[in-house]
């Protein structure tokens, strides 16, 4: 079956412009997890969302990171006000519930200039 | 709080040779590990994994690990590389919920490259 997808494959942007990164889960998965992955701060959890339950947000590091999933399924990322420190390839994984295992997209790399 | 160590950041063995990627693991709680691989501009795909029951666990791609509770030691493992085992490697641990499944944020391992030559 389908797998997580993600998009785009690759955004470049300007400092200071707000971006959005969709992430589409396998149909079916109740849970849904943001990570962050760059040199220098390796693979980071950011947020995630389970069923109807209030999203564990403890990873996002500032305010200008938010998500939101809708309908219990498509998600989006948003980061306002770029900076190059955003710089990093943004990975999407879901599962069938929090206690299963967790299926990764390709990522979104994204470029801030 | 739960954390996890890669030994080595960089693996280089000759294809057909034993691979042994070094992992340990610190958890305040029974954890679930895991053992993910990344191509090279590709998503993670995941090795295999430990919850609770049998310390050595067979993934794909002939990959093995062995649960070492007294080491705190989760070793990843295949006896005979190839060459399309290029990839980096990462350790994983999570917390361990009821019925010895895991969930919740996962924590990597800064990642192991390997390194396969002809």
């Known amino acids: 079956g389908a797998g997580v997808s993600q998009s785009p494959s690759n955004k470049v942007t300007e400092k200071g412009k707000d971006v959005e990164l969709r992430c589409d889960p396998i149909s079916g998965h109740t849970a849904l997890y943001w990570y962050r992955q760059s040199l220098g701060q390796g693979l980071e959890f950011l947020i995630y969302f389970q069923g109807n339950s209030a999203p564990d947000k403890s990873g996002l590091p500032s305010d200008r990171f938010s998500a939101e999933r809708t309908g219990g399924s498509v998600s989006t990322l948003t980061i306002q006000r770029t900076q190059q420190e955003d710089s990093a390839v943004y990975l999407c994984?879901?599962?069938?519930?929090?206690?299963?295992?967790?299926?990764f997209g390709p990522g979104t790399r994204l470029t801030v200039l | 709080a739960q954390s996890v160590t890669q030994l080595d950041s960089h693996v280089s063995v000759s294809e057909g040779t034993p691979v042994l990627l070094r992992c340990n693991y610190s958890?305040?709680?029974?954890?679930?590990l895991f053992w993910y691989v990344q191509h090279p501009n590709k998503g993670l795909q995941l090795l295999l994994k430990?919850?609770?029951?049998?310390?050595l666990v067979k993934g794909i791609n002939g990959f093995e690990a062995e649960f070492k509770k007294s080491e705190t030691s989760f070793h990843l493992t295949k006896p005979s590389a190839h060459m399309s085992d290029a990839a980096e490697y990462f350790c994983v641990v999570n917390k361990k919920g009821s019925g010895g499944t895991s969930y919740g944020k996962l924590t990597f391992g800064q990642g192991t490259i390997l390194t396969v030559h002809p």
């Open positions: 958890s305040s709680y029974s954890p679930s």
């Open positions: 430990y919850t609770s029951a049998a310390t």
């Open positions: 994984a879901s599962s069938r519930d929090n206690t299963d295992t967790q299926y």
